[in-house]
C-alpha cells in the first residue's frame, strides 16, 4: 500500500516522543504549502497518515519535527536553550505507488532518520 507515515522516538529516555509537533511541508523553500501540522501520541506515532494512498504525489517534501519544544516540555524546564530546535527531514517521493516511512530517533543533542518501511 502506498502511503507516508512518520514516528518519533526519544533515544534519551528510552520511549516514544508524545506531544511533539510535526510540520509537513510541500516544495520546501521558495514556494512551499503546509500541508498538515500534527502531534504525536502515546505511540510516538501521527494519529492520521501524512499522505494517504489517495493523496500520494511525487515530489519534495519536508518534515520539521519541533524537539527542542518537546525536550524542555518533559523537562519542565521552559527556559532551557537546548541544543537541537527544530529539525528539518527533506526528501522525496519518487514512486507515488510505494509506501514511505520517515521515523526520527532524537536526543536533546542529536538525532537520526532513514527510510523505513
Known amino acids: 500500500m502506498s502511503k507516508l507515515s512518520t514516528h518519533v522516538l526519544d533515544t534519551a529516555n528510552g520511549h516514544p516522543a508524545q506531544g511533539m509537533t510535526i510540520e509537513f511541508v510541500r516544495n520546501p ?6 500541508l ?14 501524512l499522505l494517504s494512498e489517495s493523496e500520494m504525489a511525487e515530489g519534495e517534501y519536508e518534515l520539521r519535527f519541533d524537539v527542542g519544544e518537546y525536550f524542555r516540555r518533559i523537562s519542565g524546564d521552559s527556559s532551557s536553550a537546548g541544543f537541537l530546535n527544530v529539525v528539518p527531514v527533506r526528501f522525496s517521493i519518487y514512486d507515488a505507488s510505494q509506501g514511505y516511512h520517515v521515523p526520527l530517533l532524537c536526543s536533546p543533542w542529536s538525532f537520526s532518520t532513514y527510510r523505513g518501511s
Open 29 to 34: 523553500g521558495s514556494g512551499e504549502t503546509v
Open 36 to 49: 498538515k501540522t500534527l502531534l504525536t501520541n502515546s505511540d510516538g506515532r501521527t494519529d492520521e497518515l
